[in-house]
């Protein structure tokens, strides 16, 4: 049969297993626990961070439209100036080829004074024959 110390070694050793058994399991719960808490942490943090960046997003998105909008105004300011430059220029090119309203001996004279050789007789002429 067996002995009184034997059944009570048997005891302990139940008893033992039981109290490593408890113990295995309240540090799972603890851990649990805490992976649960950083988990939730981690959660709001991200959730912070996303509605930080939502709220980055539409001011950036504002200021982009912001900016287009100048853009445009400026692109649209120098069209217009352009355009009036070009009406401008177009109005006093109006008719290029003007009869010269110098006089004639004043004409010769200036030639004459520039070293241009055979100084133009017809007033308003240019000494090389180009028109």
């Known amino acids: 049969m067996i002995?009184?110390?034997t059944t009570r070694g048997i005891a302990l050793m139940v008893v033992v297993a039981l109290i490593?058994?408890?113990g295995w399991v309240t540090n799972g719960?603890?851990?649990s626990a805490q992976v649960e808490r950083q988990q939730k942490q981690y959660a709001e943090a991200l959730a912070s961070a996303q509605a930080e960046a939502a709220k980055a997003?539409?001011?950036?998105d504002a200021l982009a439209r912001q900016i287009e909008a100048q853009h445009a105004k400026q692109v649209q300011d120098r069209e217009v100036e352009t355009r009036v430059i070009t009406r401008d220029?177009?109005?006093y090119v109006a008719n290029p080829e003007?009869?010269?309203?110098?006089d004639p001996e004043w004409v010769r004279l200036y030639n004459a004074s520039n070293g241009l050789s055979g100084a133009s007789k017809a007033a308003g002429k240019p000494a090389d024959g180009a028109e």
């Open 20 to 22: 490593f058994g408890a």
């Open 89 to 91: 220029v177009i109005r």
């Open 57 to 60: 997003a539409r001011k950036n």
């Open 29 to 31: 719960w603890r851990l």
């Open 3 to 5: 002995s009184i110390a």
């Open 98 to 102: 003007s009869e010269c309203v110098a």
